[in-house]
């Protein structure tokens, strides 16, 4: 329709703005917490105190906390009014019983075992299925996965396509596994050393990089015509599915909770950190569909986190985490979720800040190589970016670079990643778009100064996981 006079001059008027309408959180805000702003001398000095390392800074002396989306998001009203409703007895209490269906319901796994956190599901599948001298194939190492496999006698090898380690490379499922490398290794050690591979949705390591429908089900085929189980990391599998949704062809139209479902058919267990997707503060589980890996995972449990109906967790958490599973898998709540995260990335990105492409799920990750050219790896670039960011704003990052890829088994020299990143790491539905933009001008404020930073270097090294406790001075 030919557009009248008076719509003209309207249409005019309104050029300035935006013709795109925006969205906004499917939520409003009901209970705040007060945050502190510290001054820039406090934090210098906290930083000392912590050892340049911000998992040793006290949340007080932080502003805006970024350091992980675990166990840090905010509950819903629903979600609190459920832990009203905690059945505390010590075996068979109800909220294990919603909690179970709710997840053959969203994941479709046929056994549940819950467990204090993601970690205590990864030691018990370790435990049950790898043998000294197995292999343990996956895409891209996570830090506790891994160790649970070397710490049952296996080895981790990473088959996630090339490109997942190149922080320029923009495609859309980076988290793929490598089809030619999982059937090398297959014919280099033979299938029954392989008891499982291990499939990360979406890829924590990698940026939060997803994986796609198409590559899990040829995982999955290959693997089951030599015997080898698929055991999904479920803990960001909803964001993944996401992904899905969003990217890849023939999905567009079905919801996040179907795609969810199509993608967890592909592997024969899951261990999952509820402390992600799963919208709780604390819990995990264990889900597989063989009845005998169940009946000894259900055995184990007790040794380790409690008995089988509560595997760590009292029943008011286990009833969160059943309400917040239904929550996670709206797909409103994702697209503000991994919308906000988005945000973020593309400021960076218009700012020309170097940042891992395409943004992931969970977080935007700064590339500390491109920081700092002027730091070997043994300066622990990623650390230093993260000392500084904090030293500028109170933003606390958290390093994923050589201190969290540790020092290898067998030769005790430390382990140099190629990519040397700092993690933002956005909690779900705990801070606004506001808070995103103080973060996105004190990263640029960092990315001005860079070339007058120097390194760190380390003072003290725990032997587990590193990165959690190792202090480091100033060079
Ligand atoms: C957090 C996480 C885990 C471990 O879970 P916890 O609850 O912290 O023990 C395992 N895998 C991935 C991908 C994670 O992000």
């Known amino acids: 329709m030919a557009k009248t006079p008076a719509a003209a001059r309207d249409a005019a008027a309104l050029a300035p703005f935006p013709t795109r309408r925006s969205w906004a959180e499917p939520w409003k805000v009901k209970v705040v917490e007060p945050l502190r702003m510290t001054t820039r001398k406090a934090r210098e000095k906290a930083n000392i105190d912590a050892g340049f390392n911000t998992f040793l800074l006290r949340s007080a002396d932080v502003y805006i906390d970024l350091l992980t989306d675990s166990g840090t998001s905010a509950m819903s009203d629903g979600q609190w009014a459920g832990m009203m409703l905690g059945d505390e007895a010590y075996a068979g209490s109800r909220n294990f019983y919603n909690l179970e269906a709710t997840i053959q319901k969203y ?141 890849e062809p023939g999905y567009a139209r079905k919801s996040v909770a179907t795609i969810l479902r199509e993608f967890c ?75 906000q995260v988005q945000y973020l990335g593309q400021k960076l990105i218009d700012w020309g800040v170097p940042i891992v492409r395409p943004v992931g799920g969970h977080a935007v990750y700064l590339d500390a190589k491109a920081f700092y050219p002027q730091l070997t790896q043994d300066q622990f670039p990623a650390q230093t970016l993260a000392a500084e960011l904090y030293e500028d704003s109170g933003v606390r990052a958290m390093e994923r670079g050589v201190v969290s890829a540790g020092r290898d088994a067998k030769t005790g020299k430390h382990r140099y990643p190629k990519l040397e990143l700092v993690r933002l790491t956005i909690p779900r539905r705990v801070y606004t778009q506001a808070h995103m933009d103080v973060t996105a001008e004190s990263v640029l404020a960092v990315w001005q100064q860079r070339a007058r930073v120097r390194g760190l270097t380390m003072v003290y090294e725990p032997k587990y996981l590193r990165f959690f406790q190792a202090r480091f001075e100033r060079l």
């Open 265 to 339: 058919g592909y592997s024969d267990g899951c261990t999952m950190s509820g402390k992600k997707d799963a919208l709780v503060n604390i819990g995990g589980w264990l889900a597989v569909n063989d009845r005998d890996v169940y009946e000894e995972a259900s055995n184990l449990v007790v040794v380790y986190e409690g008995l089988h109906t509560y595997g760590g967790m009292a029943g008011r958490d286990m009833e969160a985490m059943a309400r917040g599973i239904v929550e996670s898998v709206q797909d409103d709540h994702m697209r503000a979720r991994i919308g």
């Open 107 to 247: 994941y479709g796994y046929t056994y549940v075992v819950p467990t204090h956190q993601g970690r205590g599901a990864e030691n018990l599948i370790s435990q049950i299925l790898v043998k000294p001298g197995m292999y343990v194939p996956g895409n891209m190492y996570f830090t506790t996965t891994r160790l649970h496999q070397e710490l049952a006698g296996g080895t981790f090898v990473d088959v996630i396509v090339k490109e997942a380690h190149d922080p320029a490379a923009d495609l859309p499922f980076k988290g793929n596994v490598d089809l030619d490398a999982f059937a090398a290794l297959i014919r280099k050690v033979g299938a029954k050393k392989i008891p499982y591979i291990t499939i990360g949705a979406t890829v924590n390591m990698a940026g939060g990089q997803p994986i796609s429908m198409a590559n899990i089900k040829a995982v999955h085929a290959l693997a089951k015509t030599h015997g080898i189980k698929v055991i999904l990391d479920a803990t960001r599998a909803v964001e993944n599915a996401w992904f899905i949704q969003q990217r």
